[in-house]
């Protein structure tokens, strides 16, 4: 069975743009969450969908925004991006709420 | 979620078992303790769970104390290959808060697996 993908595997963007950034999850799984991974902060909670719903988020601005699509394949959106905003971004799945997650390689985002 | 303690750092010779230990003092009946691990560079895999009783699989045992406060993960042989940080999580399950899957990675213990 496939994976996690993730879609770009590299990204460089500058100040002031924005970003949008996607995940495959293991096929069956229906909950998608997104980490952000930084050397200072570490791995970070940002959201998790199930169901195209969002059930839970993490402590981070309005310009961090995420969708699940009907075939549970998840988006996140970075408005406005600062220099602070790179980072690794990971996504991870699972069959349902409250399960194991299984990650993907993530997506290594430049802010210049 | 539960706040848990792991050493920063271990070693362990290739070939011996490498057995990382985690407390959780603060968990709840029905908090279950989990186990990543994230080898430089890539995402976090996922190795193993468990709620009160011991739990084996292919890659790792797991050996939650009675009482519940502490556990042990267990590499039976470990190779080169299983340098990586460790993680301990204890999710949640607080009514209050939205059902979910969120995940709290504290700072792990890096564990390096020397020839």
């Known amino acids: 069975k496939a994976g996690v993908t993730q879609t770009p595997r590299y990204l460089i963007k500058t100040r002031g743009q924005q970003v949008t950034l996607s995940c495959s999850p293991i096929?069956?799984?229906?909950?998608v969450s997104w980490y952000q991974q930084t050397p200072g902060q570490g791995l970070q909670f940002l959201f998790e969908?199930?169901?195209?719903?969002?059930?839970n988020k993490g402590n981070f601005p309005g310009r961090f925004s995420g969708r699940q699509f009907s075939n549970s394949r998840s988006e996140m959106n970075v408005s406005t991006l600062e220099l602070g905003d790179s980072a690794l971004y990971l996504c991870?799945?699972?069959?349902?709420?409250?399960?194991?997650?299984?990650f993907g390689p993530g997506t290594r985002l430049t802010v210049t | 979620d539960a706040k848990t303690t792991q050493p920063p750092s271990m070693d362990c010779a290739e070939g011996r078992a490498a057995n990382l230990p985690c407390n959780h003092s603060?968990?709840?009946?029905?908090?279950?303790v989990y186990w990543y691990r994230q080898i430089h560079s890539q995402g976090p895999q996922y190795i193993i769970h468990?709620?009160?009783n011991n739990e084996t699989n292919e890659m790792a045992s797991l050996i939650i104390t009675e009482d519940r406060k502490s556990s042990t993960l267990i590499l039976p042989h470990a190779t080169l290959r299983d340098t990586a940080v460790y993680y301990c999580?204890?999710?949640?399950?607080?009514?209050?808060?939205?059902?979910?899957?969120?995940?709290?990675f504290g700072e792990g213990t890096q564990l390096t697996v020397n020839p």
């Open positions: 969908y199930f169901s195209e719903t969002q059930r």
């Open positions: 603060t968990i709840s009946g029905n908090e279950y």
């Open positions: 096929s069956g799984h229906r909950s």
């Open positions: 468990g709620l009160k």
């Open positions: 999580i204890v999710p949640s399950t607080s009514p209050q808060e939205t059902s979910g899957s969120r995940l709290t």
């Open positions: 991870a799945s699972s069959l349902s709420l409250a399960r194991e997650q299984y």
